[in-house]
């Protein structure tokens, strides 16, 4: 029995001692360059591409299976500009023998050098990588057809260890002839530290995208045994273009089953404008301040899956503005989404683009350039509301001070809700000019057109600063207090305001209309009689109160009420608005009395009633006084009448009387044919 273990061991030895000299010895025997022109045809029948090696081929057996070749070219086919269409100068690989025999894979080297991959589009649609191993790919595909599924049991391997792993020199171009589009990816530079299952993996890649700078560096993994499943922990930082820094840091959880991810994103502040200068592109948009968009940070946490994604601890920092958010989403395709934003302030003027400069009027009767027709809008297309309807949404939004406009308010609170289909905005709260603004909004879209309900309390509100800030003009002062509540249904004008429902009332309390003065018009009636007084340097009429209450029925406005009371005057404004025809038809009736009392003087006096008629369309008003109704009505003030509004003394009765016979000659002259 010894002797046949014996015999056995020297057997054993004598075949491991042929095998080691046989790789040792056949390579450097064996002439591997006569494979060359087999190698090139294979290729050659795979690609459909010429393919040609260098001569330096250097094949190894032990103790490492390697091959060396050099100066490698795949050509493109006839009527691309350049010869090839890959080119590589070195490609060295050395994978060790033994541990194959254990399911190990160790990896000495694998270098791929000077890489150089050209993409071409021609003007007709054709690329160069278009039809490469079209045959290949077809068995390829009825192979896998016949092959059973996965069943997901892991890598058929124990172990990878990978020493040198790395691209050098590499370069990218794509080039598309139809667009005039050159792109080159150049100096690519790509190495990998420490590749093993069991632990996280080394990353650095460097390269220059159209001559600018980008880098990734950091670590990811342990990738395991199983690939797609378990933790891979990621740690990143991209650079680019010396302006921008982005870091990630955080984990992937089974990439292939629940693709699970959780990651912290920090973008360092950097300048948009001076990222889209370095990229040699136009900044999109030209904002009234130059200066803006020139500081924008971002970090977060995003987690998420296949079935949901949530975003935390979000700051965005925008100029001098500073955002937090907190979001989240699922049931895609809803969407459920929720979200919470608050800003500390903003203005949004600086961001909004300048206005488009006004063309001047051509004095000689020149016409100006005439605007496209804009399509009837019985003939554009329907929205669809599909989405709005199945989305579900519930978000806030905090801003503590904003300016749009000119105009600044504060302490916006803004909570929107949607689901089935009805979207409500609710609490709509905001201060400004030392009022506050409630408000809310309901907007249904459960049927083809749109239903809309608008609600909005307001009071305290200071109008004069609100229209000097806001329309740059002064036109009302006083302190604003409304109560409205609208309903309409459609989503184009004329549809909403044919169905243009509800009431409210604009009080303004203890101001004036900026632009005109009543009192100054009644002192230049006595003026005209040499008893008036000078005007005003600036005209405005005081009040202590301005009252426009309103109904609305589908489209038609009523004003019934409406009146102003102030020293002096007393204006009560009735009538109609029709939204839908554009069509005006007030009456204005402004008394003028004989008291210079305060605006808490709400006594009825005697005075000169001379009512204005307000008719026409919106855009070519009419406005008249109602000479024939004042006549008809018989109030031309008798001689007691005009005592009072002209201050005529005792005694001047008949001066009294001719004044009253002018002003009623003089008024009917202006109308020929008008009688009492």
Do not use: C
Request: no cysteine; charged share 25%; proline share 5%.
């Amino acid at each position: 029995m010894k002797s046949i273990f014996k015999w056995l061991f020297i057997i054993g030895g004598v075949l491991l001692v042929l095998i080691i000299a046989a790789v040792i010895i056949v390579p450097q025997f064996i002439d591997v360059k006569k494979y060359k022109p087999t190698i090139e045809q294979k290729v050659v029948e795979a690609t459909g591409r010429s393919f040609t090696l260098g001569d330096e081929i250097d094949l190894s057996i032990f103790p490492w299976v390697g091959v060396k070749l050099t100066d490698l070219h795949l050509g493109n086919l006839t009527g691309y500009k350049e010869k090839d269409m890959v080119s590589v100068k070195n490609f060295e690989v050395r994978l060790k023998v033994m541990p194959l025999l254990s399911k190990r894979i160790e990896v000495k080297t694998f270098v791929l050098d000077s890489p150089r991959i050209y993409l071409e589009k021609l003007k007709n649609g054709d690329a160069n990588w278009q039809g490469i191993g079209k045959q290949h790919e077809k068995k390829a595909h009825e192979k896998k057809k016949k092959e059973k599924p996965s069943t997901g049991q892991g890598l058929p391997i124990e172990a990878l260890l990978v020493d040198n792993f790395s691209i050098t020199n590499g370069q990218l171009i794509y080039v598309d002839q139809g667009a005039d589009v050159k792109k080159e990816i150049s100096d690519l530079n790509l190495s990998l530290e420490n590749i093993s299952l069991e632990n996280p993996i080394g990353i650095s890649l460097s390269a220059r995208i159209d001559g600018k700078p980008v880098s990734l560096d950091g670590r990811a993994g342990p990738i395991g045994k199983e690939p797609g499943k378990g933790t891979i922990a990621l740690d990143f930082v991209l650079k680019a273009l010396e302006e921008l820094e982005v870091k990630f840091k955080g984990t992937l959880v089974d990439p292939l089953v629940s693709q699970t991810i959780d990651v912290e994103l920090n973008v360092s502040s950097f300048s948009p404008r001076k990222l889209l200068a370095v990229m040699n592109l136009d900044f999109p948009v030209q904002t009234k301040d130059p200066k803006v968009l020139d500081a924008v940070a971002l970090k977060a946490r995003i987690k998420g899956n296949k079935d949901s994604i949530s975003l935390s601890d979000g700051e965005l920092v925008l100029d001098d503005s500073r955002f937090t958010v907190a979001a989240s989403a699922k049931e895609f395709l809803k969407p459920n989404l929720t979200f919470d934003l608050q800003l500390d302030e903003i203005d949004l003027d600086r961001y909004l683009p300048e206005p488009p400069a006004k063309e001047e009027t051509s004095g000689t009767g020149g016409t100006t350039p005439s605007k496209k027709a804009e399509p009837a809008e019985s003939s554009k297309k329907k929205t669809d509301y599909g989405p709005l309807r199945k989305l579900i949404l519930d978000g806030k939004v905090k801003v503590g001070k904003l300016k749009a406009h000119g105009a600044i308010v504060e302490n916006v609170d803004v909570r929107i809700l949607a689901k089935n289909g009805i979207i409500t905005i609710d609490p709509l709260g905001l201060n400004l000019y030392q009022g506050s603004i409630a408000s809310k909004v309901e907007l249904n879209v459960q049927k083809s057109n749109p239903r809309t309900k608008v609600t909005l309390d307001a009071k305290g509100i200071q109008a004069g600063p609100l229209m000097k800030d806001a329309l740059q003009k002064e036109l009302i002062e006083g302190t604003l207090k409304t109560n409205i509540g609208l309903s309409m249904t459609g989503e184009t004008p004329d549809m909403i305001k044919q169905t243009l429902t509800g009431q409210g009332e604009l009080l303004f309390a203890d101001g004036a209309i900026i632009g005109i003065d009543l009192a100054n018009a009644v002192r230049n009636v006595k003026s005209s009689f040499g008893v008036g007084e000078k005007p005003a340097e600036k005209p405005r009429t005081d009040f202590a109160e301005l009252k426009i209450p309103f109904t609305a029925r589908n489209g038609l406005v009523n004003t019934n009420g409406a009146g102003l009371i102030s020293p002096l005057i007393r204006v009560l404004v009735t009538g109609k608005i029709n939204l839908v025809k554009e069509l005006l038809d007030l009456r204005v009736e402004p008394k003028f009395v004989a008291s210079l009392k305060g605006q808490g003087d709400t006594e009825q006096r005697s005075g000169l009633m001379v009512p204005v008629l307000i008719t026409g369309s919106f855009s070519d008003p009419k406005i008249r006084p109602d000479l024939k109704g004042m006549l008809g009505s018989g109030v031309i003030p008798d001689a007691e009448g005009l005592k009072k509004i002209l201050g005529t003394e005792e005694g001047q009765e008949e001066k009294v009387e001719s004044v009253k016979e002018g002003v009623e000659k003089q008024i009917k002259s202006l109308f020929p044919g008008l009688t009492n």
